[in-house]
């Protein structure tokens, strides 16, 4: 049996990029709270990519910004994730 790949559309990609750059700051986390942070930011993530393939993000996120459903306060402290943030709102904005 043939297997196809999984085809993703931009946003989904972008959200997946999102994803790494998460899970990269993620193993650089000191202390119990922000490791449980950092894990509801992924999971948090992961909820993005799920609406991305349904195009259903808009909803999802409700009027708030990426940044505001994912954590600010996390993202903030966390810097090198806000590419990868600001390419998922350029491919959000573009559909």
Excluded: F
């Amino acid at each position: 049996m043939e297997r196809h790949p999984r085809k993703r559309n931009p946003v989904g990609i972008a959200t997946g990029k999102l994803i790494l750059a998460i899970q990269k700051e993620c193993a650089g986390t000191v202390g119990e709270s922000d490791a449980m942070l950092a894990r509801r930011v992924l999971d948090r993530a992961h909820t993005l990519l799920q609406a991305s393939q349904s195009s259903s993000v808009a909803s999802l996120l409700d009027g708030r910004s990426v940044q505001e459903y994912l954590n600010a306060e996390w993202i903030a402290s966390h810097p090198s994730v806000k590419p990868s943030i600001e390419a998922l709102v350029s491919e959000l904005n573009a559909t």
